[in-house]
């Protein structure tokens, strides 16, 4: 809504009187709450020659229709008289506008207004004729002297420029695009003298040809910017330094001489020789021989080869010569391999050897049985090249079987106080599946007091097989009592395989 405001006046008295406003069709207010308004006249009585404070009417400004405004005077009171006559302006038809309040002397038009033109293009009119510069920017050729990049200019500004005038073109200011721009400047064929301008600025082309006018020096420093510009692109003729993809004539394969080689040039000369990746060569290449000892990625020729050679057996009958080696054989090969020491060495395994640290008393046992003897222990391995020792006896191991020699070293003493016979037998029993059997490595009789030592070495020589499991037992005793021996320190027992 839009509350209407204004006085009635004649010179300077009050003409009270009753407004009437009538709209020329029905309108609808579409926000809430909607309405619908009716061509119905409205009265507004001004009692006092002014329109009351609390008149507010529908705007019509965004609804395309307008209203039909009549002001009657009024002629007599009690009761009120209104004159059918209306004074100058009324009638006349007026758009309320949009605004918060507006008077009523602000809708009146300065000539004849119709709905086909509404007051509000007369605001419009009457906001830019009090406004000179607004009016000086709406139309018009407004001269602005010589161009200058950082002035803003628009539709109408004319300036000079290059000795020629041009006319500014477009409607949204702009700044920084010089005049020579087509799409923003006009050139007015008029020099700064007033004179016609007889140079043409068309840019350098075909239509120059035949052409009786006079180019602009703009047009030709476009175009000897242009040749410049083409010029650099241009190679040198001495030190050229080409890019892109140029090309260039090939020459017969058999040229040799300072013209320009192309790539199919280059390809059909390189046909008859060897890439560096992977050459394949034919026919007797050659290449420098490599010193002695050379170690390296180097071709190596034949000469480098036949002097490495020289220092390298044959393999038809070599004759060694230093410390020659060879792989070991594994052990039970029987080929032409050959034999090295470590094979023979192996040959010959198990090699076993234990001895005692301490003496043992071997305790009084029955000398008349067998498997009545005491175990003698050994506490220090000597020598087991095979693992075939396992507590106080000797195992072969698997697939060792084979002629053995059995050797002992044996320290015997008596510690029976009295003088008597002293007996002692040392047995080897050997252990083959579970089942015992028993040699007798020696049989000792002595009269002797106590600490009487005797050494005994014998030797067998047995085939033994993969499992079997070697122990010596001590036997002793006296005649009478039957006293105990010791087996002294320093003890061994060993056995080694011959074949």
């Known amino acids: 809504m839009t509350t209407l405001t204004g006085t009635f006046e004649n010179g300077s008295v ?3 009187g009753k407004l009437v ?6 309108t609808v207010k579409d926000t809430a709450p909607k309405k619908i308004f009716l061509p119905k006249p409205i009265e507004i009585l001004c009692p006092s020659g002014a329109i009351p404070g609390s008149t507010n009417i529908e705007e019509t400004e965004t609804k395309n229709t307008s209203y039909y405004l009549e002001y009657f005077p009024r002629i007599s009171t009690s009761p009120d008289v209104f004159s059918d006559e209306q004074l100058s302006p009324f009638p006349f038809y007026t ?3 949009n605004l918060a309040s507006v008077d009523i002397a602000d809708l009146v038009p300065t000539g ?3 709905d086909v033109l509404s007051t509000g293009a007369v605001r419009i009119a009457r906001v830019i004729a009090s406004d000179p510069a607004l009016a000086a920017s709406i139309g018009g050729i407004t001269p602005k ?6 002035t803003s200019y628009k539709r109408g500004d004319v300036v000079s420029y290059l000795n020629r005038f041009f006319l500014a073109s477009e409607v949204v200011p702009f700044s920084g695009i010089v005049p020579t721009n087509t799409a923003y400047w006009m050139e007015i ?18 239509s120059w040809n035949n052409s009786g006018l006079a180019p602009t020096q703009d047009a030709v420093y476009d175009i000897l910017q242009s040749v410049q510009g083409t010029i650099t692109l241009k190679a040198n003729t001495t030190d050229a330094v080409l890019a892109g993809n140029p090309t260039t004539p090939t020459q017969a394969t058999s040229d040799n001489s300072t013209r320009i080689a192309s790539t199919a ?8 020789y060897a890439p560096i990746a992977s050459p394949a060569l034919t026919g007797t290449p050659t290449a420098p021989t490599p010193t002695a000892g050379n170690n390296t990625t180097q071709i190596s020729t034949t000469a480098f080869i036949q002097s490495a050679l020289s220092s390298y057996a044959p393999l038809s009958s070599p004759t060694f010569t230093g410390d020659p080696k060879a792989p070991t054989p594994v052990w039970g090969d029987s080929d032409t391999s050959i034999s090295t020491t470590a094979f023979v060495r192996n040959y010959f395994t198990p090699v076993a050897q234990v001895e005692k640290t301490t003496s043992q008393n071997t305790g009084n046992n029955n000398f008349s049985t067998v498997d009545g003897g005491s175990v003698i222990t050994f506490n220090s391995t000597i020598i087991d090249t095979d693992s075939t020792i396992s507590g106080n006896s000797i195992i072969l191991p698997s697939g060792r079987g084979g002629f053995y020699g059995i050797f002992m070293n044996l320290t015997i003493g008596t510690t029976s106080s009295a003088s008597a016979t002293h007996k002692h037998a040392c047995y080897l029993r050997i252990n083959r599946s579970g089942v015992d059997s028993f040699i007798q490595v020696f049989v000792n009789i002595v009269t002797a007091a106590t600490g009487v030592t005797e050494t005994f070495s014998p030797t067998l020589f047995r085939n033994l097989l993969a499992g079997d499991t070697l122990t010596l037992l001590s036997n ?17 027992f060993s056995i080694i395989r011959l074949y």
């Not at 406003?21 to 029905?26: E, F, P, R, V």
């Not at 002297?145 to 950082?150: L, M």
């Not at 002793?476 to 021996?485: I, K, L």
């Open 476 to 492: 002793s005793g006296t005649s009478a009592s039957f006293s105990a021996h010791t087996v002294g320190s320093g003890s061994s």
């Open 95 to 97: 758009v309320i506008p």
């Open 21 to 26: 406003l009538t709209l020329a069709n029905g």
């Open 112 to 114: 004849y207004v119709s």
């Open 265 to 272: 040039y280059v390809k059909s000369n390189l046909s008859s």
């Open 189 to 206: 064929p008029v020099a700064p003298t007033g004179s016609i301008a007889l140079g043409d600025s068309t840019v350098y082309g075909a």
């Open 145 to 150: 002297g010589a161009y200058n990049i950082s």
């Open 14 to 16: 009050a003409v009270p």
